[in-house]
C-alpha cells in the first residue's frame, strides 16, 4: 500500500489558494481513478482506490497545514508503512508555475507542512511530488503569494497540470519518478 498526502487547509474560504494545491491534485487524481468516496479518518479526509496495481491511500490532513503530520503519523503507523510508502503533493515556491519534480527527502524548506511530516515521522525521507506555483519575487510577499488564489489568468495552467499529474500518476505508482516527470512535462508543454 502506498499513502498518498495532499497538503493544504481545510477552510472552504482557502480551497482555491496556491498553499492548497496539493489538496487539489489529489482530489484529481481520486475523481481520475474513481477512488472511494472521501470520508473522515486520522484527523483527516481519506479515500482509497488502486492505481497500476498498487493500493493507494489518499489522505488530506484537516489539521492545517503547520500540523499536517498529526493526521500523516497515524495514517502510516496504522499500516505500518515504511517512509518510501509515502508521498507528499505540495506547493513549491522554488519551481515555476506548471512545473513538477519528484525527490526523496531533503529538507523543508520552510515549508510547515514538510516541517511538521518531518516531526512526526521522524525523518524528512518519504517522496515528495513538488507542484511549482512560482516565487513572488521577494521574500516579503511570499505569504500572501502562497495564502492567494489562484488567479483566471493561473487556470489553463492548473488544470493542465492537475490533469497530467493524474494522467501520469500510474507511473508513480510504479516507482518511476522520472517518467512520471516526463509525463507531465509533456502533457503540459503547451499550456506554459
Same mark, same amino acid.
Given at each position: 500500500? =502506498?499513502?498518498?498526502?495532499?497538503?493544504?487547509?481545510?477552510?472552504?474560504?482557502?480551497?482555491?489558494?496556491?498553499?492548497?494545491?496539493?489538496?487539489?491534485? =489529489?482530489?484529481?487524481?481520486?475523481?481520475?481513478?474513481?477512488?472511494?468516496?472521501?470520508?473522515?479518518?486520522?484527523?483527516?479526509?481519506?479515500?482509497?482506490?488502486?492505481?497500476?496495481?498498487?493500493?493507494?491511500?489518499?489522505?488530506?490532513?484537516?489539521?492545517?497545514?503547520?500540523?499536517?503530520?498529526?493526521?500523516?503519523?497515524?495514517?502510516?503507523?496504522?499500516?505500518?508503512?515504511?517512509?518510501?510508502?509515502?508521498?507528499?503533493?505540495?506547493?513549491?515556491?522554488? =519551481?515555476?508555475?506548471?512545473?513538477?519534480?519528484?525527490?526523496?527527502?531533503?529538507?523543508?524548506?520552510?515549508?510547515?507542512?514538510?516541517?511538521?511530516?518531518?516531526?512526526?515521522?521522524?525523518?524528512?525521507?518519504?517522496? !515528495?511530488?513538488?507542484?511549482?506555483?512560482?516565487?513572488?519575487?521577494?521574500?516579503?510577499?511570499?505569504?500572501?503569494?502562497?495564502?492567494?488564489?489562484?488567479?483566471?489568468? *493561473?487556470?489553463?495552467?492548473?488544470?493542465?497540470?492537475? *490533469?497530467?499529474?493524474?494522467?501520469?500518476?500510474?507511473?508513480?505508482?510504479?516507482?518511476?519518478?522520472?517518467?512520471?516527470?516526463?509525463?507531465?512535462?509533456?502533457?503540459?508543454?503547451?499550456? !506554459?
Amino acid at each position: 500500500m =502506498l499513502l498518498w498526502v495532499g497538503l493544504g487547509n481545510p477552510e472552504p474560504g482557502m480551497a482555491r489558494q496556491r498553499h492548497n494545491i496539493g489538496f487539489m491534485a =489529489l482530489d484529481v487524481i481520486a475523481d481520475h481513478h474513481r477512488f472511494s468516496p472521501w470520508r473522515q479518518r486520522f484527523k483527516g479526509l481519506v479515500a482509497e482506490g488502486s492505481i497500476a496495481g498498487q493500493k493507494i491511500l489518499a489522505l488530506k490532513p484537516m489539521t492545517y497545514m503547520n500540523a499536517s503530520g498529526e493526521s500523516v503519523q497515524p495514517a502510516a503507523a496504522f499500516y505500518k508503512l515504511p517512509l518510501e510508502a509515502i508521498t507528499a503533493f505540495h506547493d513549491e515556491l522554488d =519551481l515555476a508555475p506548471g512545473k513538477v519534480r519528484v525527490k526523496r527527502g531533503g529538507g523543508a524548506a520552510g515549508h510547515n507542512g514538510l516541517r511538521s511530516m518531518d516531526r512526526q515521522l521522524g525523518s524528512p525521507e518519504y517522496w !515528495r511530488v513538488r507542484l511549482g506555483i512560482g516565487h513572488p519575487g521577494h521574500k516579503d510577499r511570499v505569504t500572501g503569494h502562497v495564502l492567494g488564489d489562484f488567479s483566471k489568468d *493561473d487556470r489553463p495552467w492548473l488544470v493542465a497540470l492537475l *490533469d497530467a499529474v493524474a494522467d501520469a500518476a500510474p507511473l508513480l505508482a510504479q516507482g518511476k519518478p522520472e517518467d512520471f516527470m516526463t509525463r507531465v512535462a509533456l502533457l503540459t508543454q503547451e499550456t !506554459r
